[in-house]
Nanobody, 115 residues
Framework: QVQLVESGGGLVQPGGSLRLSCAAS??????MSWYRQAPGKQRELVAT????????YYADSVKGRFTISRDNAKNTVYLQMNSLKPEDTAVYYC??????????WGQGTQVTVSS
């Protein structure tokens, strides 16, 4: 069973940047996604990348500000977040995209955007 460990979150001012990492305990051959869940809200899909990195998908709310990437040799998926806004505050998780076999959820990493 592959385990996912997210890291890189923290407190950042509006307009700042963070880079999240998702390290898998084994090889991940599927497309991968980043999700986020804000307090009192449902988990939402933020970005997806195919297994070969040939295609990416972004939610409209983060398009142009976030970039998803992966390093298959390191079994790691990244999310570069720029121009952060208070509404980006949430716990961020990685996992397979909707419709594919989901791995066990990790603990997530907290991102707080506040002045």
């Amino acid at each position: 069973q592959v385990q996912l460990v997210e890291s890189g979150g923290g407190l950042v001012q509006p307009g700042g940047s963070l880079r999240l990492s998702c390290a898998a305990s084994g090889s991940i051959f599927s497309a991968m996604s980043w999700y986020r869940q804000a307090p009192g809200k449902q988990r939402e899909l933020v970005a997806t990348i195919t297994s070969s990195s040939s295609r990416t998908y972004y939610a409209d709310s983060v398009k142009g500000r976030f970039t998803i990437s992966r390093d298959n040799a390191k079994n790691t998926v990244y999310l570069q977040m720029n121009s952060l806004k208070p509404e980006d505050t949430a716990v961020y998780y990685c996992n397979a995209p909707p419709g594919q076999r989901i791995y066990a959820w990790g603990q997530g990493t907290q991102v707080t955007v506040s002045s």
